[in-house]
Nanobody, 117 residues
């Protein structure tokens, strides 16, 4: 099995920055696509950003130019650098990943990001 653990969330003022990390551990052969989702109260879970094993990235329109997803394959870690944060970015941010040898997608527990003055 694979475990994903997110960190880096917190309270930040509008216009500020945060860097989220998601570390994968367990029986890992290879890492395929990793992604960050978010879920705000009363809203559906939303794909924020995704990065493939080859480094291809895509983002939801609302974060383009402000968020950057990256990965460190040697450390089995994916990052989400968030800049120019807005109150509407407030949500629980969850990491997900697909891994070689597994059919299922694994999820972390999430980390809270609150953007407020």
């Amino acid at each position: 099995q694979v475990q994903l653990v997110e960190s880096g969330g917190g309270l930040v003022q509008p216009g500020g920055s945060l860097r989220l990390s998601c570390a994968a551990s367990g029986n890992i052969i290879s890492i395929n696509t990793m992604a960050w989702y978010r879920q705000a109260p009363g809203k559906e879970r939303e794909l924020v950003a995704r990065i493939t094993s080859g480094g291809y990235t895509n983002y939801v329109d609302s974060v383009k130019g402000r968020f950057t997803i990256s990965r460190d394959n040697a450390k089995n870690t994916v990052f989400l650098q968030m800049s120019r944060l807005k109150p509407e970015d407030t949500a629980v941010y969850l990491c997900s990943g697909s891994f070689g040898g597994y059919y299922e997608v694994f999820w972390g527990q999430g980390t809270q990001v609150t953007v407020s003055s």
